[in-house]
């Protein structure tokens, strides 16, 4: 196998330095994964047609989900942008347990939805375990039109069905010590085969965190559907969390465990390469990506086969008037 020079831990800012950090790093996760993980592939379907036969399997996605009678917020009705195609936007993912690729619209049918539940726990007042239909209880959904923009500098507008992030605060109270919160993504090894390399080394479950003032912003939202139904499972069925000024990557799928914590918990990105998946991960069009520019961005809209329109990226996505004030 390369060498891959990894730099030692003295060139390392000091927040970034934990001991496990260091583990998965060094020892493990760069030599396998510069090259192989996120971003390596920009857009690897472009001039691909979808055939007869993919365009009929992909819909077929689509049937067992339910119909969600929602209303629109008035406030997220629409951005400047067209709304994605959905046929598109059911076929180029990322989920990392599915596969390496954007094609894992197939593989991620694997995902076991029934009875599922959500935990919440860590430091509240009032901890639950909700399955799905508590959520429709206790959360009034609503659909939501976000502009949506990955690390790798593609972007989509996706219409989400969800309830807003706060209103889980207000109803497990969080304690005066949690400062942040982690979500945890489903993960059991016989059915999420990874992507197909090193998957042992990889810092399985998929977790994501926010500072708490990051969750009580009104744009942090928990999405349950899209496109008018519930979400297929390539969109990480049946929870996932939605944060429209971040990168997607942020955007944990597929949530069974949402912890309140008091120090800031490693993340799975950042674990694996922290000098170019900060923790934060603000859309920031002046900032770039160690590998490529974020100044612009290919925005995906009409299909069924791929296509783009590059894009200015906006700063926070374009959603500053709701979340700057939370960096300043
Ligand atoms: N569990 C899990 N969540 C995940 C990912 C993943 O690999 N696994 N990928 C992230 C990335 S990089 C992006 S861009 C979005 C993609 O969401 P979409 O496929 O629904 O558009 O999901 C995010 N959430
Ligand atoms: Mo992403």
Not at 109 to 130: A, F, M, S
Request: charged content about 20%; aromatic content about 14%.
């Amino acid at each position: 196998m390369a060498f891959i020079h990894i730099p030692p831990s003295w060139q390392l800012p000091e927040s970034k330095i934990t001991a496990e950090r260091l583990y998965f790093n060094r020892r493990r996760f760069i030599k396998t994964l510069v090259g192989a993980g996120i971003g390596a592939s920009l857009l690897p379907l472009a001039g691909c047609k979808k055939s007869q036969a993919q365009l009929t399997e992909l819909e077929a996605t689509y049937k067992n989900l339910s119909t969600l009678e929602v209303t629109t917020n008035p406030t997220f009705a629409s951005v400047e942008r067209p709304t994605t195609d959905r046929i598109l936007a059911s076929s180029y993912n990322n989920f990392y347990e599915f596969g390496g690729t954007k094609s894992i619209w197939q593989a991620a049918q694997k995902l076991p939805t029934e009875d599922w539940k959500v935990e919440v726990t860590g430091l509240v007042r009032n901890p639950q375990t909700y399955d799905l239909e508590d959520i429709q209880k206790n959360f009034p959904l609503e659909e939501r039109t976000y502009r949506f923009r990955c690390v790798e500098a593609w972007s989509m507008v996706l219409p989400w069905i969800g309830f807003p992030m706060k209103s889980l605060l207000a109803a497990v109270e969080p304690t005066e010590k949690a400062k942040f919160i982690r979500f945890t993504s489903f993960y059991d090894p016989k059915i999420t085969s990874g992507p197909g390399f090193s998957l042992s080394t990889l810092p399985w479950p998929y977790t994501e965190s926010l500072r708490i003032e990051e969750m009580a912003n009104d744009l942090a939202f928990f999405a349950v559907g899209i496109y008018g139904q519930t979400l297929p499972k390539q969109h990480g069925a049946p929870i996932r969390a939605v944060l429209p000024w971040k990168y997607g990557f942020k955007g944990a799928k597929s949530i069974v465990k949402i912890e309140f914590l008091e120090e800031q918990p490693a993340t799975y990105w950042n674990t694996i390469v922290p000098s170019e998946y900060d923790f934060e991960a603000n859309v920031n069009p002046d900032k770039p990506h160690p590998r490529w520019s974020q100044a612009r961005e290919k925005f995906i809209a009409q299909g069924p086969d791929l296509s783009w329109e590059w894009k200015e990226t906006l700063p926070y996505n374009g959603y500053g008037e709701f979340v700057a004030s939370l960096y300043s």
